[in-house]
């Protein structure tokens, strides 16, 4: 798949906003991978892809993750929409030519994962600190994403523990063990 097709199936797959929230995630990651000596075009698919199941309702994100046959645990099933549009997007994708690492950065770049890999790690933040992003914090993670990747990855780990813990939101069990995994 190329890089104009991604952008082409997002594109038909998402609103206009989700799009360029893609768009911009693509760029961003495509540029942490150039720093990291990553694959730049595993990065930019995944970058245009990652979101295309984000629009779904959630009865329509259960049903497709059953008939693939992806997990659904008790916090999959609590918030469909925030959890299984990453492995759903992975899953759907499967077979259409994408490596195994662009495969892996779609899947995992909402809760992340113990053992990521690199193109994996440069989604993950590119997503949460795009330059459409605009939260407390996310200009310090923009200055890790530059200085050291996986001190970028444990940092919005750590943020993402800390809003779902201050919302009282339950926590994915991937995303806890990469925290602990950045942080032993």
């Known amino acids: 798949m190329t890089v104009a097709e991604a952008e082409a199936i997002a594109r038909a797959r998402v609103s206009r906003k989700l799009a360029e929230h893609s768009g911009r995630v693509a760029a961003y990651a495509a540029d942490l991978a150039e720093r990291w000596d990553v694959d730049r075009e595993d990065v930019l698919l995944a970058g245009w892809l990652h979101d295309i199941c984000k629009e779904l ?3 329509a994100m259960l049903a497709r993750a059953r008939a693939l046959g992806l997990p659904i645990g008790p916090v999959e099933a609590a918030r469909p929409t925030q959890l ?27 809760t992340g994962r113990a053992g990521m890999g690199p193109a994996a790690r440069c989604l993950y933040v590119a997503d949460a600190a795009e330059p459409g992003r605009s939260y407390q914090g996310v200009e310090r993670l923009r200055e890790l994403a530059v200085a050291d990747l996986d001190a970028a990855v444990a940092e919005s780990a750590g943020q993402t523990l800390m809003h779902l813990v201050h919302r009282g939101a ?12 950045l942080h032993l």
């Open 57 to 59: 309702d959630a009865a």
């Open 84 to 110: 299984l549009h990453a492995p759903l997007a992975a899953a759907e994708l499967g077979g259409r030519g994408l490596s195994q690492a662009c495969l892996e950065a779609i899947a995992c770049h909402t």
């Open 170 to 181: 339950p926590i994915h069990p991937s995303s806890v063990e990469l925290y602990n995994e």
